[in-house]
């Protein structure tokens, strides 16, 4: 009984993980048209790949995003890095 438990602790963990690294994903996104910059250009501002930052809008990255590349990115769009962590209600989902 304990290892289910855990076990679903664990995917409700992943899932969030995953939901946040999708809204960092999303903010990104927006603030990039916002300022109307295609991911190519961005990735040129932050000095990565227009892959990756595509993977990072669609919250495809593997693991995680390093505070680097989000502090650059955010940078390059002209926020604080702490717009990127403004998350809409994730429990209603």
């Known amino acids: 009984m304990c290892d289910n438990f855990r076990g679903k602790c664990g995917e409700v963990m992943d899932l969030t993980y995953r939901e946040q690294l999708r809204q960092i994903g999303l903010n990104i996104n927006y ?5 109307q910059l295609t991911q190519l250009q961005l990735a040129e ?4 790949s227009a892959c ?3 993977q990072i809008e669609r919250g495809l990255v593997k693991k ?3 505070l680097p590349v989000l502090m650059a990115i955010a940078k390059a769009l002209h926020i604080e890095v702490s717009a990127l962590f403004q998350f809409k209600n994730l429990e209603n989902k």
Do not use: D, G
Not at 45 to 48: D, E, G, K, L, M
């Open 45 to 48: 501002h932050v000095s990565i």
């Open 31 to 35: 603030y990039r048209r916002y300022r």
């Open 52 to 54: 990756y930052v595509s």
């Open 64 to 66: 995680a995003v390093s």
